[in-house]
């Protein structure tokens, strides 16, 4: 099963090469991780995908806070959270077929970010689902070339994950 | 006071506490070596930085307190790196700093430039890399304090040689922030009273104490428990001494080298009680079948070890220690008499021994090496067959006594350990109990134990073989020994060409006198024991079976 941890930690340099590091050398398998500052800029918060049954995510989280540097450690999966991806992709939109792939993107309420005479760059943001969907309706135009964040999620409601 | 990085790092040391460094200078770590010139440090110099390592845990393990070790940049860095890997598996509170090329050659392939904070990440509990002077002082108090505090575990500081040339303003640092780093101490009560009630209607109890006994400093505790409950107790190898070997309840050690009785006990037990142990893979044998019928509770200090080798019905993470005290409280007098005596007729039928054939054999000098030092000796081991041959064959009674690489099993360990060890006790009677293999591997560390006058006495139990890779040849492999016979020095020779003693010997009957003669020696000796050359550790679990059956 895949879960979504998510992980406050310190913004040192280095903390990002100490959790890749237990992840390789562990031997967890890391689906996606996405980085950034949070509200305090003393932290740093990563969203990690993990594979892994009961047992595999609770010596993840244990081995994940064990780190100094890592301040908390929460698994959103059982939990009502929000999450999103955000992908960019190139899409081959000749004249002939470019209104296709505009109604496409209207469809799923993405947008177009950058044109050129033979492609599109298209944006588009939401859940896995959504993000998975959006690229396998574009698939068949021909995708030059995507890029993709990894998921960030936060809590429904007012309960906030902080330091304290 | 402006004082220079190096100058602070010493004045820091000396807020710790720290009596003696071991280390071993060169070019950037040149202001902390001047430093250290006229300072109030005791500095001992080893020949080898891993040796340096080694000697500053051996320190650590036997007083308990921080080890420190400092070397050089690029290869005095790695080679401090079997020594930092030793001292993680084992949970031993090293502190190494090494120095590190100027901040401005940092990432430029600098000549000694080696990436040492990412080369030890995985085997450090924590490490630093200090690029400006003023975060010295911080930086040093957190490493102490995050080595010596939750589950113990080697540092690593890495302070550039600009860094440590560089004068600033010091003060001392008396507090820590570390917001991700908060041990758990003491025990959930609710955890307690369910292991409590677990324990009231067990029948067949079993404890196996580890190596967090010692650190936590539970031995008290752990025997009030034992003999409240009356539960035998099986150490593992690192748990050594933190029960009394000499204790009826005692079972010795368990696992692959174990006694057979507390391997038997283990394995009929309904109920086991680990405490301190990560329960590794020489303890459990094959994992499926191991205490099959137990209802399983686990004390530990870090909560990833409850659960990672080792189904749990009550994990009790914290203090051993501490967690004992709430256990005995809920607990009442609980006697199994017919266990007992299931375990007394395992004893009596299958105790522990060897054929004394006239011939020299291993188990026979350890046990003399126990009587003549009448148990009290400080022991420390390199690895393989002589290691598990002074576990299994001299009784210790007192926590910090016995002194072994187990998690990582580093030959070369012993030596340079039991340099560091008498350092810390030079009152005491110190022993390394090597091979021919594993002295070999630090044999140079004679220098350092002659030029500091520090008498440890080296047994090498010399079979002219890589004794336990042998072993495994004969058993496994159709005796193909494959690069286990060793071509060997002179061992007197060696020994009295470094200024040091040596004897020889060959026969049973100058055992005694020979240990006597290296006790009475205020030089450090290597004693030459030319033992039975295919002489086997027995009994044995042999790899991926349960550890209810043994061979030999």
Known sequence: MRHTLSVLVENHPGVLARVANLFRRRGYNIESLAVGSTENPALSRMTIVVEGDDR?????????????????????????????????????????????????????????????PETLIVEVTGDEGKVAAMIEALRPFGIKEMVRTGKLALLRGPRALTAE | MRLTGGEILLKCLQEEGVEVVFGYPGGAVLPIYDALYEGEIRHILTRHEQAAAHAADGYARATGRPGVCLATSGPGATNLVTGIATAYMDSSPVIAFTGQVPTSLIGRDAFQEADITGITMPITKHNFLVKDVKDLARVVKAAFHIATTGRPGPVLVDIPRDVSGAETEYEP?????????????????????????????????????????????????????????????????????????????????????????????????????????????????????????????????????????????????????????????????????????KIETWKREYPLTFEANGKLKPQFIVRQIWEVTEGKARIATEVGQNQMWAAQFYTFTRPRSFITSGGLGTMGFGFPAAIGVQVACPEEVVFDIAGDGSIQMNIQELATAVSYDLPVNVAILNNGFLGMVRQWQELFYQRRYSYTELYNPDFVKVAEAYGAEGIRVTKPE????????AIASPKPVFLDFIIEREENVMPMVPPGESIGKMLG
């Open chain 2, 510 to 517: 100058e055992v005694r006198p020979a240990l006597e003669q």
């Open chain 2, 173 to 341: 640092v008396t507090e820590v922030k570390l917001p991700g780093y908060r041990p758990v101490y003491d025990p959930d009560p609710e955890r307690i009273k369910q292991a409590a009630k677990l324990i009231a209607t067990s029948e067949r109890p079993v404890i196996v104490a580890g190596g967090g006994v010692i650190h936590s400093g539970a031995t008290e505790e752990l025997v009030r428990l034992a003999e409240l409950i009356m539960a035998p107790v099986a150490t593992t190898l690192m748990g050594i001494g933190g029960f009394p070997g000499n204790h009826p309840l005692s079972l010795g050690m368990l696992g692959m080298h174990g006694t057979r009785y507390a391997n038997y006990a283990v394995s009929e037990s309904d109920l086991l009680i680990a405490v301190g142990t990560r329960l590794d893979d020489r303890i459990t044998g094959k994992i499926e079948t191991f205490a099959p019928e137990a209802k399983v509770i686990h004390i530990d200090i870090d909560p990833a070890e409850l659960g990672k080798n080792v189904r749990v019905d009550v994990p009790i993470v914290g203090d051993v220690k501490r967690a004992l005290r709430a256990l005995i409280e809920f607990l009442q007098k609980n006697p199994h008499p017919a266990w007992l005596e």
């Open chain 1, 56 to 116: 595999v995510i609770e010596q993840v989280t244990r081995q994940l806070d064990k780190l100094i540097e890592v301040i908390k450690v929460e698994n959103f999966t059982k939990e009502e959270h929000v999450n999103r991806e955000l992908a960019l992709i190139k899409v081959q939109a000749d004249p002939p077929r470019r209104g296709e792939v505009i109604q496409i993107v209207d469809i799923f309420r993405a947008h177009i970010v950058d044109v050129s």
